[in-house]
């Protein structure tokens, strides 16, 4: 099973700053990896997919790189609605695993 | 427009049963795989179940396996999660979710549906 390791647990940001979310995978899973974000008492909602390509209806402040076994998401101004957890998600193979999350939030 | 509607859920005592279904409109059902992923409360998300869109091949996390039932009614629409032996560990809002691209082997997940609470407590 491929475990994924997200970092930091918490990441505490000031609006209008940048925030750099690290998923790390225990082997390579190419470039399918993606990056969900989960808002409290709403289902998680896809973010990005193939590790750099944005989801319908998120902004280009969000971006994503990486491939094999380093991933970052970055948000490059951050706006009071996108404080939340970020979850990443390899889906190279089975099992399909999920990281611990990052929770986003305000510093 | 495309969406999934949960039903089911609810306080069972442990050892009982529960029944979850994901009603999908909006797309094709029977072209996509469908899966089952939980969230204890306050804890990250987990995949407990997938099924194939023919429902020909089924995947269970070990922590299920034996226990839940995947299933799916294509010309209803309708997707299951059918819950025996329930533990308190299995506490956790259940989501049913799309798979992401038509006929995927494995893929993201990019339609859910609500989510519904499911309490094993006596």
């Known amino acids: 099973e491929i475990v994924l390791t997200q970092s930091p647990a918490t990441l505490s940001v000031s609006a209008g700053e940048r925030a750099t979310l690290s998923c790390r995978a225990s082997q390579s899973v190419s470039r399918d990896l993606a990056w969900y974000q989960q808002k409290p008492g709403q289902a998680p909602r896809l973010l990005m997919y193939g590790a750099s390509t944005r989801a319908t209806g998120f902004p280009a402040r969000f971006s994503g790189s990486g491939s094999g076994t380093e991933f970052t998401l970055t948000i490059s101004s951050l706006q009071s609605e996108d404080f939340a957890v970020y979850y990443c998600q390899q889906y190279n193979s089975w099992p399909l695993t999920f990281g611990g999350g990052t929770k986003v939030d305000i510093k | 427009q495309v969406q999934l509607v949960q039903s089911g859920g609810g306080v069972v005592q442990p050892g009982g049963s529960l029944r979850l279904s994901c009603a999908a409109s909006?797309?094709?059902?029977?072209?996509?795989?469908m899966h089952w992923v939980r969230q204890a409360p306050g804890k990250g998300l987990e995949l407990v179940a997938f099924i194939r869109n023919d429902g020909g091949t089924t995947y269970y996390a070990d922590s299920v396996k034996g226990r839940f039932t995947i299933s799916r009614d294509n010309p209803r629409n309708i997707l299951y999660l059918q819950m025996n032996s329930l533990r308190a560990e299995d506490t956790a809002v259940y989501y049913c979710?799309?798979?992401?691209?038509?006929?995927?082997?494995?893929?993201?997940?990019?339609?859910w549906g609500q989510g519904t609470m499911v309490t094993v407590s006596s």
């Open positions: 909006g797309f094709t059902f029977s072209s996509y795989g």
């Open positions: 979710a799309r798979d992401f691209s038509l006929l995927a082997v494995a893929d993201c997940f990019n339609v």
